[in-house]
């Protein structure tokens, strides 16, 4: 499937700010069955210094500084994507959970995507009791590991409530868990607590889905946004595997991949520091259009 994304972000400071800082993660990564082309980031006003380079996780950093004072701040990403179809057999005979949690303890990987990086808490995802004592029973030791995460992911799909209001980018991970309620990022960060206490190592996936579903299909949760799920390690022969607590299915050709952290505030789109600034409103818009012929027609 082919893609055009296009990505707004206006930030609104009142009073203005200057000497700003800011990290910017919207530069999609290389990802398996994934390639982007025509990548483009446009900053305004201009910025005195820009720097892209690679980020500690699997994400493309892009730093910039503005020393002069600005009341807004506009970022415009865009790019061209063509996504495959993950060829994913789920009747073949996979890890258990005891075996890939074993197997990402004795792992030697040491990069970017190394299991063992993904395996305990992190600064927004501590151990949470309540989660684990819910999820462990659905995550028995002799289970298909694959099988077992995304059954769970649709436990939370089924349960857990899509609430625009009920949380915020900061609400702790055991409060949207409290209340049952949340977007993708609270249901992904569920999700990868409860994954870890098995053992098993998790990474939070921010990226896009597509705007228009397939013919006779419903319309995906969390289109014309960033959206977030998770990846899990599935053992050295599967490796990672995309689950979407949101929606309840795997990841596939709908999903775009733009960076890989521990939890969101690894992979957040944008994030840095300034001096003034009293308030800030945040407005995104976000564009997946297909641009292959045939899905257009059957749109």
């Not at 769970?152 to 409060?175: G, S």
């Not at 949101?246 to 505030?265: C, E, F, P, Q």
């Amino acid at each position: 499937m082919r893609y055009k994304v296009s990505h707004i972000i206006r930030v609104d400071y009142n009073p203005p700010v200057r000497l700003a800082h800011f990290n910017l993660r919207l530069m999609p990564i290389a990802w398996p069955g994934q390639s982007i082309e025509q990548f483009e980031l446009a900053i305004d006003p201009s910025p005195d210094k820009r720097e892209e380079r690679p980020g500690a996780y699997p994400f493309n950093l892009t730093r910039v500084e503005i020393m002069k004072p600005i009341t807004t701040l506009e970022v415009r990403s865009s790019f061209v994507a063509d996504v495959g179809e993950a060829q994913l057999d789920l009747t073949t005979a996979d890890m258990s959970v005891a075996q890939v949690a074993q197997a990402a303890l004795v792992a030697r990987d040491v990069g970017l995507k190394a299991p063992a990086d993904y395996l305990f808490p992190s600064r927004l995802l501590p151990q949470v009791p309540d989660i684990a004592g819910w999820a462990l029973p659905q995550l028995p030791p002799d289970a298909n590991c694959l099988r077992s995460a995304l059954a769970l992911a649709q436990t939370i799909q089924r349960h857990f409530n899509y609430d625009t209001k009920a949380t915020k980018a900061d609400t702790p991970v055991e409060e949207a868990f409290a209340i049952r309620r949340g977007v993708c990022q609270d249901f992904a960060h569920i999700l990868i607590v409860a994954l870890r206490a098995a053992g098993l190592p998790a990474a939070y996936v921010s990226g896009y889905l597509r705007t228009y579903p397939p013919p006779g299909q419903p319309r995906l949760v969390g289109a014309d946004a960033m959206h977030a799920w998770v990846a899990l390690w599935c053992g050295p022969q599967r490796g990672w595997v995309g689950i979407d607590p949101t929606n309840g299915v795997l990841a596939n050709a709908d999903h775009l991949v733009v960076a890989m952290g521990r939890d969101y505030s690894d992979i957040s789109p944008i994030d840095g520091v300034f001096v003034g600034g009293a308030s800030q409103k945040t407005f995104n818009s976000v564009d997946v259009s297909p641009i292959d012929a045939r899905a257009i027609a059957g749109a």
